[in-house]
């Protein structure tokens, strides 16, 4: 009776245009001339001035450098052509090319991530809080000896064609703990310098890539280096066994702003762009409803109840109930990483049960009153197969207390058969605003129930107990980074019901069959108190379970892990240590 009574109302605010289609209000569709954006999209033609670009790109970086908590959001969008610019980028801008393939957009010059300074580091700069930016679908050609890209968390390149060398690195050999690259080519070396984990997808890499600290992860990867680990720390698949490309926006040869969504592939290495035949649909903006900040969750609920597809542009958005996405395949797609904020308790996003819904380029901001979920994929009665076109989860950035107090109990459950999880980092904060053991409580990061789930790029990072829970069967996780929480107060306050502290990555007992490869566990327990956990890694001991390539690590503080995965590895205790092994069970 509740849907009766919401589509009836939901009817009463819909027209239909004098072509007799259905326009939404505040749909693209309501905009002449291509949609409005809102103020914090910029976007440019090679018409514009190189001066004025420059200028926007520096003040940007002026306002952005440091603003790590703060709320703007921005994206300066390039239509096709070439152009002149050397880019820096802060915090919450992305850079995207408007063409259809990343040549069509040419860029000389950089788009760039530097190192901050932080004199309490070795080289007196790091790249550990570089978070929260992105770059994507252009070709660069460095002006400088190299284009710079040194970052850590969810940072994404995506579709660039770097004409050079790529260095990841703040450079003077200060710290770095990145990162994601997929569906990208690099002509020249990539120096991956002091970054200590890295995932790379469904790419082309030119001359070499440099050395590594602790987890380097290769996935489809040509002219990727050999498995190697743990000396040197690298673990090479030769394709990736389930993927779908990021959907993106793009403008057409008529001017029309468009969103491309890539295909499902299987068994794939290398780009999907190199020949210029890349598979998939493309939907007229006109199919998406354009949503500002000032939108109701109500108001983005009746689009998404109408069939509408969803753009967020730049802002934080905040929410009195959640985001309903009701229909199979419809795109949900941010733009300079908009958040969404739930207010009253509930999720920031709830997703049905159905075939092929994309989300990608949204973060999520907990509330100070505290959610059960925050994002859930399915109910926990799903049961359907969506093999043949899976829902997919990419760029997605979940954050518990930082800007302001958050609270949740576990911020992503994910229920429905076949998902696909690409760059998602759920992060229970170490810094920031309203940062506490008792302040910014969140119990799991991710749960995945569902049966046939790959990640790639699962960062899960300071919840209070499991990181990451795994309970459906044939899962796959092709990298994994956690760091535990630094602040328990005591062993009695972080102890679980198999041992002291919790396994950040636990497989439920039973679970017959899962497979993961490169995961990095690291602690630093920072209250100075002797705090231990059992092990990194907790999973069933059975034939079907195996793991390869996995690393704990004693960053600094107290402490620590007394062994990799369930009785196996080496204590990292008291004490910078690591502890390597490459197959579990032996």
Known sequence: ???????????????????????????????????????????????????????????????????????????????????????????????????RNPADVDITGAVRVVGQVN??????????????????????????????????????????????????EPGNGGYSSGGFIANSKVDGITINGSQQQWLTRDSELGDVWTNGVWNQVFSGVTGAPPTGFPNPPYTTLASSPVSREKPYLFVDERGKYRVFVPAL?????????????????????????VAKPSDSAARINLALALGKNL???????????????????????????????PDTGEAALKIADVDGV??????????????????????????????????????????????????ARTSMVVNSDDTILENIWAWRGDHGNG???????????????????????????????????????????????????????????????????????????????????????????NQGVDIRAARGIEVPDRPGVRFHNMITVFLDGSGGIERTINDAGTPCVGSFSTSALTEYPA
Do not use: C
């Not at 004199?119 to 809080?129: F, K, Q, R």
């Not at 129930?449 to 092709?478: C, M, P, S």
């Open 1 to 99: 009776m509740r849907n009766v009574r919401f589509l009836a109302a939901a009817a009463t605010a819909v027209t239909l245009t004098a072509a007799g289609v259905l326009a939404v209000p505040g749909s693209a569709a309501a905009h002449r001339g291509g949609p409005d954006f809102g103020p914090n999209v910029f976007v440019y033609d090679p018409s514009t001035p190189a001066a004025e670009i420059q200028a926007k790109f520096d003040e940007l970086f002026a306002q952005q450098e440091k603003n790590e908590m703060g709320t703007n959001r921005y994206a300066v969008l390039f239509k096709p052509g070439h152009y002149d610019v050397n880019a820096r980028l802060g915090y919450y801008t992305t850079v995207s090319g408007l063409g």
């Open 119 to 168: 004199p309490n580091v070795p080289g007196g700069v790091s790249a550990l809080t570089n978070f929260w930016r992105s770059a994507e679908n252009f070709t660069v050609t460095p002006t400088d000896w190299s284009n710079q890209w040194a970052v850590s968390q969810a940072s994404p390149m995506r579709r660039v064609h770097v004409k050079g060398i790529l260095w990841l």
């Open 265 to 289: 592939q299987h068994d794939t290495a290398g780009t999907t762009w190199s020949d210029g035949s890349e598979r998939g649909d493309s939907i007229s903006i006109d199919d998406f409803f």
């Open 311 to 341: 753009l967020l542009t730049p802002g934080v958005y905040h929410l009195d109930r959640p985001l309903r996405v009701l229909h199979k395949n419809t795109v949900v797609l941010g733009l300079g990483m908009p958040s969404l904020a």
């Open 358 to 407: 994309k989300v990608a380029g949204v973060l999520v901001d907990a509330g100070a009153r505290e959610s059960d979920t925050l994002i859930e994929v399915g109910s926990r009665f799903s049961r359907a197969d969506h093999s043949r076109n899976p829902t997919s989860l990419q760029d997605v950035f979940i954050r518990i207390g930082g800007p302001w107090v958050g609270r």
């Open 435 to 525: 940062i506490g053991w008792t302040q910014n409580t969140a119990d799991v990061g991710v749960v995945v129930n569902g049966d046939d789930v790959t990640a790639y790029g699962l960062f899960v990072e300071h919840y209070q107990k499991w990181q990451t829970i795994w309970n459906g069967e044939r899962g796959r996780t092709i990298f994994y980074q956690s760091e535990m929480p630094y602040d328990p107060p005591s062993q009695a306050a972080w102890t679980s019901p198999t041992g002291n502290g919790w396994a950040s990555y636990k497989v439920a007992p039973s679970v017959r069959r899962h497979e993961a490869w490169g995961l990095g566990v690291y602690s630093y327990f």
